[in-house]
């Protein structure tokens, strides 16, 4: 749980995170809701708004950049001014803290407009 981060690198074995044990995990990284639905695995949300299409392509694409480097790839709903990502780990179809690493990771970048 003293894990940076910030500079982490994600776990290619990753473990699921009991959901009991999530909330001092989702305490690191504000703007980042736990979501739930029936037909889909528990996962990460954030919401980011931007001025113009511009914008929100630059975050997109430094969003890209992280989840190469990682392997770890957020869904991604994208409009003009705005990006919805949601995360989970589809190999434990369960949050990871791989997806805790990446969420902190894409909320430090400049291009989230934080
Ligand atoms: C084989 C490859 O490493 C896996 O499919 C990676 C790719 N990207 C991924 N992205 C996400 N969000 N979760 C994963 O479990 C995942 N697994």
Known sequence: MSINLLVAQ???RPAALPEADLQPWLAKVP???LVKSDDMPPALE???GFDNFYQT???VNAVADIAHGQDHHPDMIVSYGACTLRLWTHAVNALSVNDFICAA???AL???GA
Do not use: K
Request: charged fraction near 10%.
């Open 31 to 33: 703007g980042w809701q």
């Open 57 to 59: 392509m630059a975050f």
């Open 10 to 12: 994600c776990d290619p």
């Open 105 to 107: 990771q894409i909320s």
């Open 110 to 112: 400049p291009e989230s």
């Open 46 to 48: 954030a919401h980011f």
